[in-house]
């Protein structure tokens, strides 16, 4: 028989928090017990015996989620943007000394979204030029997006390994953004507009040809079933794992 796996939420009424409670409350393995957001104790999750911690709230509060639920031993899926690497490395050093607890931290959780990255670091190697656009709702509070910023750095170790040299760029004169930002050399162009979810397209060019890689989230609904396999493998993984592609293997 399956086990029922006891889940907590944080950020439980924002955008990405309300539709995981839904989806949460509607799998059969899964039971909510607990939902917190801006204001609530955290505790409640503990006292409710949350076995499994969902993050979706923001950059300046997920730190201090993260410690507290691994020293309470509770296991982590982490959705929430802003992972630098010294934030990671703060977390590897916590999950140290709890070495039973797991902690998943995706940028994307839609299942598209995953292969368009793998699909974006399969052909860098091929182009003289890669530039990604990415396109949000306009209450999304950073920019560039997690998962651009992800795609650049898988693209830029694919470069690195294939020894590309530098892109062709002749720009002397630029006014301030006109060539996006720099994220491990490849430039980013965020957008921000009303009726856009989260998209993301990888424009890459050489000689007499490009190539658009392109994903569309068009409903928060495309993040649940990521989301709900990571809730459900979490805590088969102790230790820090970074994206969903390791869960999608074979
Ligand atoms: N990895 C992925 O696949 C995806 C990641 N995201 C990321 O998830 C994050 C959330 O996105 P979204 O749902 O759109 O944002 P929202 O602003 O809609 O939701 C965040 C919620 O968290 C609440 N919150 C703030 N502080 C705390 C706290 N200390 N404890 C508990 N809750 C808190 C907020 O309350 P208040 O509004 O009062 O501050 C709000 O209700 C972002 O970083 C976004 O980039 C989004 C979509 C997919
Ligand atoms: O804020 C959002 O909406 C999203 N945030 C994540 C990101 O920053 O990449 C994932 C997705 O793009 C939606």
Do not use: Y
């Not at 923001?58 to 899926?77: H, T, Y």
């Not at 694919?158 to 050399?185: F, N, Y």
């Amino acid at each position: 028989m399956t086990e029922n796996i006891r889940v907590g939420v944080l950020g439980a009424r924002g955008r990405m928090g309300l539709e995981v409670c839904k989806a949460v409350d509607a799998a059969d393995d899964l039971t909510l017990v607990s939902m917190i957001d801006q204001g609530e104790e955290l505790f409640q999750a503990s006292s409710a015996g949350a076995q499994v911690l969902v993050d979706f709230t923001n950059p300046d509060v997920v730190m201090d989620n993260l410690k507290w639920a691994i020293e309470q031993g509770i296991s982590v899926v982490v959705g929430t943007s802003g992972f630098s690497d010294d934030r990671l490395a703060a977390v590897r050093g916590w999950l140290a000394a709890k070495p039973e607890v797991g902690v998943l931290i995706a940028p994307n959780f839609g299942i598209g979204a995953v292969l368009m990255m793998q699909f974006a670091a399969r052909a860098a190697r091929f182009f003289e030029s890669v530039e990604i656009i990415e396109q949000h709702h306009p209450r999304k509070l950073d920019a560039p997006s997690g998962t651009a910023v992800h795609t650049a750095r898988l693209i830029a170790e694919a470069r690195a390994a294939a020894g590309s040299p530098p892109m062709p760029d002749a720009t002397k004169e630029e006014q301030l953004g006109a060539r996006g930002t720099d994220a491990d050399g490849v430039r980013i162009h965020s957008i921000r507009a009303s009726g856009l979810v989260a998209h993301q397209e990888v424009l890459f060019g050489t000689s007499g040809e490009t190539l658009t890689i392109r994903h569309d989230s068009l409903d928060r609904s495309s993040f649940m079933p990521g989301v709900l396999l990571a809730v459900r493998e979490v805590r088969k993984r102790p230790g820090l794992t970074l994206g969903l592609d390791a869960l999608l293997e074979g």
